[in-house]
């Protein structure tokens, strides 16, 4: 069973910095690329970021570019997005999802429950 479990959320100043967490088990962390992708109020949900299940290559929304960074550590079987200079245009609900072709623009097939994000102008 494939399970990811983000958390981090919460709520920041325009410009300000969160980072998340995506948590999974070390079998799905070395075997299905895994990213991120976001649900602002009222619109549908968004990719964001993934990195591929070897760690090597990287894609990012142009939205989130040179803003925002997506971290592997193998270690903790863990994948961090690291959100800086945050904008209210940023505030959605946060997923984590695994899949294979997350790189290659595939809807995952599995997905996290979602964490918030709010960042107040």
């Known amino acids: 069973q494939v399970q990811v479990t983000e958390s981090g959320g919460g709520y920041v100043q325009a410009g300000g910095s969160l980072r998340l967490s995506c948590a999974a088990s070390e079998r799905t962390f070395r075997t299905y690329a895994m990213g991120w992708f976001r649900q602002p109020p009222g619109k549908e949900r968004e990719f964001v970021a993934a990195?591929?299940?070897?760690?090597?290559?990287?894609k990012y929304a142009d939205s989130v570019k040179d803003r925002f960074h997506i971290i592997r550590d193998a270690a903790k079987n863990t994948v961090y997005l690291q959100m800086n200079n945050l904008q209210p245009q940023d505030t959605a609900v946060y997923y984590c999802?695994?899949?294979?072709?997350?790189?290659?623009?595939?809807?995952?097939?599995?997905w996290g429950q979602g964490t918030q994000v709010t960042v107040a102008s």
């Open positions: 999802a695994a899949d294979q072709g997350i790189i290659a623009g595939a809807e995952p097939d599995y």
């Open positions: 990195v591929s299940w070897s760690g090597d290559r990287t």
